[in-house]
């Protein structure tokens, strides 16, 4: 199973001396840049904050609907970044101390706007400062390893030439957020490139001094822009939940066998051509053989169902206009069994409204040198309107 929550609030700031007191909460890109000036010196970061509500996915683990073993992951997504240099790592942070405010500015407003959160404070209208009786250069204030526990208070995420999007197991901090909220209250996460630690033993801030790191160096390592909540495309942040939601009990069905696969039929059982969003829908994958053998039985062939290999099937859901995978095959996209046939539930909460998706369906058969793996997407099209 796959539940998406979407981001309440987010913002860039930066540490220039002229856009470190901007507010940038409006804006529909965020950015980890950083400027070095033609003597190495590092002249400009950005960094990026973002914040999620958790108190449904808290309120599922308590009623039993989300597993406590559920993984969580959170995804940028790329919006055109600039000159990027492969193999660099990202860091995402638990925001350390008070609450942040959002504010309504953005970068290329002038005058600037400077009611909300930026590089000098939490909150710049009532001039709350990251760290209490620091100077106005922390950028933000965040939980550092030296707290130990069981879970991690960090995370990270290895950029290559090709991949771009982030996709960060973020598991520990939101678990450190939800069974650990008086240590460890939702402030948001932090992202950005790494930096030296120059903070107390619960937070760290600054940029540092240690050129071998990559927000202090002066390599140029190009200007990672991602879609914000404020963005007109289907691309928005997301926090996504992963969790095994799979069942199998097939009660008298018969198996398809090998033979069966190698030539076998995939369909959907009443798909429907509209849910609403934020249904919660159990669909019926069906699998039949292309060519049934000839046989004399009271049933035909192509009306007997059968059942798909156990633990070997799997869904995707990509968007159908722009092939986007929106949930790829894995663990969270198991198709079980009853005594009906296969089916998998999927809520609906992450589709965005008004636009059409289509099931790709995965069946892997043996295993070691014999195992096949066979994939069906024959316009299994549906669209979530509101």
């Known amino acids: 199973m796959h539940y998406f929550e979407f981001a309440k609030r987010d913002a860039t700031i930066y540490s220039g001396g002229t856009t470190s007191s901007i507010n ?19 002249a400009n970061v950005s960094r990026i904050l973002i914040d999620f509500d958790l108190s449904f996915i808290s309120q599922s683990i308590i009623d039993s609907k989300i597993p406590t073993t559920a993984k969580y992951y959170l995804n940028l997504y790329d919006a055109t970044s600039e000159e990027v240099e492969a193999e660099q790592n990202i860091f995402v942070y638990m925001v350390s101390g008070s609450a942040w405010k959002q504010g309504t500015g953005k970068l290329d407003h002038d005058p600037v ?6 590089y000098q404070y939490r909150d710049h209208e009532n001039k709350t400062p990251w760290v209490t009786g620091s100077v106005l250069t922390d950028g933000g204030a965040w939980w550092t390893g030296s707290q130990g526990g069981a879970n991690k208070v960090s995370a990270s995420y290895q950029i290559t030439f090709d991949r771009k999007d982030l996709r960060v197991d973020v598991t520990d901090l939101v678990k450190n957020h939800i069974f650990s909220s008086s240590l460890f209250p939702n402030r948001g996460f932090l992202v950005k490139r790494e930096s030296l630690y120059t903070g107390s033993s619960d937070f760290s801030y600054n940029p540092g001094s240690d050129t071998t790191k990559d927000e202090s160096s002066s390599d140029r390592l190009g200007n990672l822009k991602y879609f914000g909540r404020e963005t007109h495309t289907i691309y928005p942040p997301k926090l996504e939940v992963v969790w095994d939601d799979s069942s ?37 994958v069906v699998g039949r053989e292309l060519y049934p053998t000839t046989a004399f039985a009271t049933t035909p062939a192509e009306l007997t169902a059968k059942y798909l290999p156990s633990a070997s099937v799997f869904y995707e859901v990509k968007d159908a206009d722009t092939e986007e995978t929106i949930i790829p095959f894995g663990t ?19 589709l965005q409204a008004e636009r059409n998706y289509r099931f790709c369906i995965k069946v892997v058969s043996g295993s070691g040198t014999t195992e096949t793996i066979n994939y069906y997407d024959d316009d299994y099209e549906f669209r979530v309107v509101r």
């Not at 706007?113 to 930026?118: C, E, H, L, P």
């Not at 969270?332 to 296969?342: I, L, Q, R, Y």
């Open 113 to 118: 706007t400077q009611d909300g959160v930026s």
């Open 248 to 284: 199998w009990s097939t009660g008298s069905l018969s198996p398809l066998v090998t033979a069966d696969l190698e030539r076998l039929k995939i369909y959907f059982k009443n798909l429907r051509e509209e849910y609403k969003e934020g249904s919660k829908v159990k669909f019926r």
């Open 24 to 42: 940038t909460g409006l804006d529909e890109i965020l950015e980890i840049n950083k400027v070095v000036s033609n003597n190495g010196t590092v």
């Open 332 to 350: 969270g996209s198991k198709v079980s069994c009853d005594s009906t046939g296969n089916f998998f539930n999927l809520w609906l909460d992450g």
